[in-house]
T-cell receptor, first 112, second 113 residues
Framework: ETGVTQTPRHLVMGMTNKKSLKCEQHLGHNAMYWYKQSAKKPLELMFVYSLEERVENNSVPSRFSPECPNSSHLFLHLHTLQPEDSALYLC???????????FGQGTRLTVV | GESVGLHLPTLSVQEGDNSIINCAYSNSASDYFIWYKQESGKGPQFIIDIRSNMDKRQGQRVTVLLNKTVKHLSLQIAATQPGDSAVYFCAEIRSGTASKLTFGTGTRLQVTL
């Protein structure tokens, strides 16, 4: 248990569906992140939030939409995804940006 | 382009032996490095970190060595156990990109009995 909880753990969705991934951290951290992990690729940073403000958006397609309503919660809203978006989506948090991050267990997403 | 890379995709080690996992980086502006362990079906787990003003740091059964001259980082695991079997990632944070943790592709450590 790392203090970062992601739900759901597994998700199968069609290309026309809309779904959301949820992340909650119980560590009192100020920064939260979304990463994508595909097979045989390095972890790709998608979004960074610091004190609920988005500080980085790494050219992620608009079909991925993040939301950070407070410093403990982070969402990733998904719509009209493609099969190549199938991956493990990892949420992480850190006390501030620029220091070690702690990861959740991830959501295994399959787009059919 | 600039990257954080790992020398070997798979490392097989006998139980009880020491493991050494290597990582190369190309950006001399990188000033903070982290090792993560990822077991199957789980998220990456923090192991140990080191700043560029250090060349060695020790944890419980693990040691990280940093050689800035050749831009090389290594993770040493003493008395490797079956529970150490996982994929190990090195990651860097570069000066001026305080929010961006850049990961390598990972090395799979297999512990044989």
């Amino acid at each position: 248990e790392t203090g970062v909880t992601q739900t759901p753990r597994h998700l199968v969705m069609g290309m026309t569906n809309k779904k959301s991934l949820k992340c909650e951290q119980h560590l009192g951290h100020n920064a939260m992140y979304w990463y994508k992990q595909s097979a045989k690729k390095p972890l790709e940073l998608m979004f960074v939030y610091s004190l609920e403000e988005r500080v980085e958006n790494n050219s992620v397609p608009s079909r991925f939409s993040p939301e950070c309503p407070n410093s403990s919660h982070l969402f990733l809203h998904l719509h009209t995804l493609q099969p190549e978006d199938s991956a493990l989506y990892l949420c992480a948090s850190s006390p501030g940006t620029g220091i070690k991050a702690f990861f959740g267990q991830g959501t295994r997403l399959t787009v059919v | 382009g600039e990257s954080v890379g790992l020398h070997l995709p798979t490392l097989s080690v006998q139980e009880g032996d020491n493991s050494i996992i290597n990582c190369a980086y190309s950006n001399s502006a990188s000033d903070y490095f982290i090792w993560y362990k990822q077991e199957s079906g789980k998220g990456p787990q923090f192991i140990i970190d080191i700043r560029s003003n250090m060349d060695k740091r020790q944890g419980q059964r693990v040691t990280v060595l940093l050689n800035k001259t050749v831009k090389h980082l290594s993770l040493q695991i003493a008395a490797t156990q079956p529970g150490d079997s996982a994929v190990y990632f090195c990651a860097e944070i570069r000066s001026g990109t305080a929010s961006k943790l850049t990961f390598g592709t990972g090395t799979r450590l297999q512990v044989t009995l």
